[in-house]
């Protein structure tokens, strides 16, 4: 019962363009959701969140957006830059700190 | 200065076995986590402790105990390995149940 989706297991992006990772969920108890980045051999590292009752977060050149009607949320990295090649994990949380992650999406950017 | 460590790093032992990943966490935090990752890169929390008590126990087999010595650990015993207990295991912690959680590099065990 997988209840937060990341269905683009990978994305490439040219240096300096935008990149656009998706999400979507099914529990409607999620009070936030957390976008965490990976890289090779190392844990999850805390990215940005947003509450439940916000459509928008922004932290520098990280932007989440959150479309509760539609059940769906996305994180916009702008501009992209080497570094941010990585592991992206959305995660939808409970009211006990329960995280509930999708299966990542690999972002490639292309110097 | 690693904030969230587990030892150890790679883990291969033969079913029916008995091993211990250890972790440990120097933030200061009364939260702890512990997640396995599958094959299918499937990020899924175990157990949560919070000042070394169970508050989240996952549909997980009872071959996994937990053990919190302090606030600053949370070992992870598994009894009788089986070959799906194959996965990266990562410890994570938090200030408290309701903040950011912190995660350690990972352990990967393999079961034979």
């Known amino acids: 019962d997988q209840q937060v989706k990341q269905n683009s297991p990978s994305l490439s992006v040219q240096e300096g363009r935008i990149s656009i990772l998706n999400c979507d969920y099914t529990?409607?108890?999620?009070?936030?959701f957390l976008w965490y980045k990976k890289y090779p051999a190392e844990g999850p590292t805390f990215l940005i969140s947003i509450s439940s009752i916000k459509d928008k977060n922004e932290d520098g050149r990280f932007t989440v957006f959150l479309n509760k009607s539609a059940k769906h949320l996305s994180l916009h990295i702008v501009p992209s830059q080497p570094g941010d090649s990585a592991v992206y994990f959305c995660a939808g949380r409970t009211g006990a700190n329960n995280l509930f992650f999708g299966t990542g999406t690999r972002l490639t950017v292309i110097p | 200065d690693t904030a969230v460590s587990q030892t150890p790093k790679y883990l291969v032992t033969q079913m029916g076995n008995d091993k211990s990943i250890k972790c440990e966490q120097n933030?200061?935090?009364?939260?702890m986590y512990w997640y396995k990752q599958d094959s299918k890169k499937f990020l899924k929390i175990m157990f949560s402790y919070n000042n070394k008590e169970l508050i989240i126990n996952e549909t997980v087999p009872n071959r996994f105990s937990p053990k919190s010595p302090d606030k600053a650990h949370l070992n992870l015993h598994i009894n009788s390995l089986e070959l799906g207990d194959s996965a990266v295991y990562f410890c994570a912690s938090s200030q408290s149940r309701y903040n950011e959680q912190f995660f350690g590099p990972g352990t990967r065990l393999t079961v034979l």
């Open positions: 529990n409607s108890m999620f009070d936030y």
């Open positions: 933030l200061g935090h009364d939260t």
